[in-house]
């Protein structure tokens, strides 16, 4: 136990009192000088070894050993200075670790006050049984009020630790949702940056080798610099985190103008079918962001002549077709691109699925499927047609 000024004004109290009594009550002047020379002694092992004796362990059995002499002394002189138990055994207590050292330093003030009680008033038989009762109730009641206090004092530590661990935890949660937030939102970049400015790059790139191959370019000049002006475009909406381009006026029209702008740059025939219901702006992005992916995977990997764009409701949910006449693969053999896994990913955390279905030479079809704001459950989204 640290401490405390408030012991400071209790063992000078307790000395001042007891002076008091051994100057108005003592007996004789034998046991005047020895209860004062008690008094001495304990204001003496306080005043010398208190402030160290809380930190020191060894200075407090020294500061010990001192109370138990005064008490002595003390009981010699007047036998009220028995009272000087009151700040004796809290000291005895304090000043030493551990429960049982703790009651082997209150036995021994408890046992020189008995010694000063039987010199003070003598060996009677009738004195050792009042002596017996007083000092055996006293220590009984001591040793009890100290367990408990003790057992208080544990609680207190064990519950500061575990304050301590909960910070600790708190701390290092907030450091891992840091870097989840911080890991998602890399992913989340790098999703945008594949669907729209990776897209849009390798439109130019086609448009260019297209251009280089053709013997009057205006035209692939033309819709190299509108798709140049395009990643230009998104890229500023990504820094300025803002919506995709294209989408205010909503999902259909934002379908039509990708599927024009797609056939003009490919010279494929691509058709929209269908009328996307009402949606929120988020899912509007996530179901335009799964047609241009599954556009320009068409583009790159299928050898498509025509390509089809179809959206309804349907299953408590909107459903979005992309289909193609092209080359197709084995959905089963798993690939290193980032397209199909990143439309899956983006769905998945919208609620959505991804199905897709291919087989060499017949061609791809993916279906995306969302479920709707007021839709309880997530069908199934399979089962579509080309």
Not at 107 to 118: F, P, R
Not at 255 to 262: M, V
Not at 263 to 277: F, H, K, N, Q, S
Request: with cysteine; charged share 20%; hydrophobic share 50%.
């Amino acid at each position: 136990m640290p401490y405390s000024r408030w012991w400071h004004v209790a063992v000078i109290g307790v000395c001042a009192l007891m002076s008091a009594i051994l100057l108005t009550q003592a007996s004789t002047t034998t046991k005047l000088v020895v209860g004062l020379v008690g008094v001495g002694v304990l204001l003496a092992a306080w005043l010398l070894g208190y402030r160290r004796a809380f930190d020191d362990e060894r200075i407090g059995v020294a500061v010990i050993a001192a109370v138990v002499a005064s008490t002595l002394l003390l009981t010699i002189g007047h036998p009220a200075l028995a009272l000087s138990q009151a700040i004796a055994m809290p000291l005895a207590w304090s000043l030493v670790s551990g429960v049982r050292r703790a009651i082997a330093a209150n036995v021994a003030v408890v046992l020189g006050i008995s010694t000063g009680y039987v010199i003070g008033l003598g060996p009677y038989p009738d004195v050792i049984i009042e002596i017996a009762i007083i000092e055996g109730l006293s220590l009984a009641f001591t040793i009890a009020f100290g367990l408990w206090i003790s057992r208080i004092h544990v609680i207190s530590a064990e519950r500061a630790a575990l304050v301590e661990q909960l910070q600790a935890a708190q701390a290092e949660v907030a450091a891992l949702g840091r870097e989840a937030g911080a890991t998602g939102e890399r992913e989340r970049w790098a999703r945008e940056l594949h669907d729209t400015i990776a897209q849009d790059l390798t439109g130019v790139v086609l448009l260019a080798q297209r251009a280089r191959r053709e013997a009057h370019p205006a035209e692939a000049l033309a819709l190299l610099e509108e798709s140049a002006r395009r990643a230009l475009d998104e890229t500023r909406a990504l820094v300025a985190a803002s919506a995709p381009l294209g989408i205010d006026a909503g999902l259909g029209p934002a379908l039509e103008r990708l599927a024009d702008r797609f056939a003009r740059e490919t010279g494929l025939d691509v058709e929209v079918e269908g009328a996307p219901p009402a949606l929120p702006r988020d899912l509007e992005v996530v179901l335009l962001r799964v047609a241009q992916e599954g556009l320009a995977n068409a583009r790159k990997h299928a050898g498509a002549e025509r390509m089809r764009l179809r959206i309804a409701e349907r299953d408590g949910g909107v459903r979005l077709v992309v289909a193609d006449d092209g080359a197709g693969f084995d959905p089963d053999v798993p690939t290193s691109g980032f397209g199909l896994a990143g439309m899956r990913e983006r769905l998945a955390l919208a609620g959505g699925r991804l199905e897709v279905a291919s087989g060499a030479g017949r061609g791809t079809e993916l279906v995306a499927w969302l479920p709707t704001a007021a839709s309880a459950a997530t069908p199934d989204p399979a089962g579509s047609t080309a």
